[in-house]
């Protein structure tokens, strides 16, 4: 498995995903910010703009089967199990 960064907003070259099966975007602006309405716009621009430029770049290479988008995932510490 490899990965790749993409800023999200400039189209991506189909030759980038050449020969991937599957796509795991991890997707959009941070949520851990003031939600200001410049935010906010900014969180689902991210989003939005991001997964289309990304899904656009997958149908031009032909080869992406498996698609996984996820945002506003992240690690809450001090949870301990049991």
Request: with cysteine.
């Amino acid at each position: 498995m490899t990965g790749s960064y993409f800023d999200g907003s400039t189209p991506l070259s189909p030759d980038a995903l050449a020969g991937a099966e599957g796509v795991v975007h991890l997707a959009g602006e941070p949520v851990d910010q003031r939600w200001t309405h410049e935010a906010k716009h900014r969180i689902h621009a991210s989003r939005v703009e991001g997964t289309r430029v990304l899904v656009e770049a997958m149908k031009q290479a032909g080869c992406v089967r498996h698609f996984v988008c996820a945002s506003a995932v992240g690690f809450y510490g001090g949870a301990r199990a049991g």
